[in-house]
């Protein structure tokens, strides 16, 4: 609370409805964040030993060059292009045909925008590392002419093929169709070749055809020889051009220094994956609960008013509760509404009576007696008040007094007066009427109508009567003194009471003469306190 209190209000209230408008799931994230936080650090430490313990590693780099390919022959090679012949090279450089054993601590990377590719080579001392670079960039360059001799001697032998196969013949200038001479056609094939002519113009046409064919021979016979074998060549020379070729840049040197193993960035990744798993758990349980949490828990789910948001007291003695200020400020809160209800009497008349006020709750460990002490107490401070222990089955010291004291059980049987039975606290301004001897049969003298003559009584003599009943699912004495009291106060404890649990137990209560149940969250985490507390400190 130091923070909020040293914020201004306007900058407070800003920070408050910030904090209003943020997920639920992230409330309980906040209040778990120490142990969260510090419990990922044991895995970064962890982590970090681990690093400190691996022996040094040396690693050594050898830098080659590509040449040649049909990217580097090509004007304007796209990047693509580049791309895809480095990444092919980049795979040759690490198969095991070429790395062979150093293939496990070989990393071949390409340098962007470039033909050269780094070989690095990584070993627990230096001359090992050293010597594995340099070992693997010159098995790199050796496959790569091997490889570029076998590609150009099988060029070679399928160009010596076809050229073989190329040999041209000159063509009998006499064949112009089939296998026979223009000499030995017959009339009926020259019908069949030329329009019908006078026997003058088909000697003719025969003597233009010998001439023409004398001719082609002689001049595209050689033409069409030459533009197949350079054919033939260019084919060769574009399969020689997609050629790779590799040498060595830079050679591999001995490291100086062994590489930095444990990265600052795995610390730190391992830091925080230890922490999200369990903050992950905690937001996951949180959304999954069925627990009532939050005020808005208790007024949507079990559709009553929640007059109060109790925090979770850390002092032993409740007695002592002032020493703690968020716990004192939310008792004063209460105290407050109740004092602002409507009146359960007629103020006017001429004894008026003060207002019974019965705490109880739906299961044991709900904090309804620490809240009923500790709401006594405050509300001691401005009115006269009187606070009952109606719990006749439980032995028990309660406030300072020893079990057995004179109490209810002897009010109601007539064993003992009503002076003797109602105990003052010295410097609290407090009374209180202990449960008594237990009784053997507590229902019966509850149920009298001796109790309501002595809850009548003493509605006269105090300003506010708090009745601490026992559990509703434990006995139904509670049911029998409500019909009594002018308020009651159902206490659930957040994070532990479930919604469908109290919504049964708040059916319990329901009667004719049974007054409106009121709700009041306790033992709740700093992250649920209600708005109204932090409000009371100027926020």
Known sequence: MLFWSALPVSDSHNQFRRNEQRPRWWWPLRAHSRPILLGGLPVAMVIALFGLVQPPLFESRALVEVQGGATQVSTSPVAAEILLLMNTQREIASSARVAGAYRDNLQVDVL?????????????????????????????????????????????????????????????????????????????????????????????????????????????????ETSLVRQLVATYDESLNNLVAVHILDAATMPR??????????????????VAVPAFVVALRF????????????????????????PALN????????????????????????????P???????????????????????????????LAFAMAKTEKVLLINADMRRAQTYVGLPAGAAGLSHLIAGAAQMRDCIHSIPGKGLHVIPAGVLPPNPQDLLSSARLRRIIEMLERRFD????????????SDTLVVARHCSDILYVVRSGSTHAEEACVELARLQGEEIPPVRVVLNRVRPYDLDPDFRKSFGL
């Open 257 to 274: 220094a062994p590489v930095q193993q444990m990265q600052p960035w795995w610390i730190l990744l391992g830091y925080l994956g230890a």
């Open 287 to 310: 959304q999954r609960r069925d627990s009532l949490d939050f005020k808005q828990d208790v007024e949507e789910q079990l559709g009553k008013t929640c007059i109060g948001v109790v």
């Open 315 to 342: 002092l032993a003695d409740p007695l002592q509760f002032m020493k703690d200020r968020e716990f004192a400020s939310s008792i004063g809160i209460l105290r407050a509404r109740l004092q602002m209800q409507r």
């Open 464 to 475: 506010t009567v708090i009745i601490d009943a026992p559990a509703i699912t434990e006995v």
């Open 112 to 224: 962007p925008q470039t033909y050269l590719l780094s070989l690095r080579y990584v070993a627990q001392d230096p001359v090992s590392a050293q010597q594995g670079a340099n070992a693997v960039a010159q098995a790199y360059v050796s496959y790569t002419k091997s490889a570029r001799l076998e590609q150009i001697q099988r060029a070679a032998e399928q160009l010596i093929a076809k050229l073989d196969s190329v040999t041209l013949r000159p063509a009998d200038p006499a064949q112009e169709t089939g296998q026979q001479t223009v000499d030995v056609l017959d009339d009926g094939m020259l019908d069949d070749l030329l329009p019908p002519l006078a026997q003058r113009q088909v000697s003719q046409r025969v003597e233009q055809l010998q001439a023409r064919a004398e001719q082609a021979i002689n001049v595209l016979d050689p033409v069409l």
């Open 344 to 374: 359960a009497h007629d103020p006017l008349e001429q004894f008026p009576r003060g207002r019974v006020v019965l705490i109880t709750s739906g299961n044991e460990g709900e904090g309804k007696t620490s809240l009923a002490m500790n």
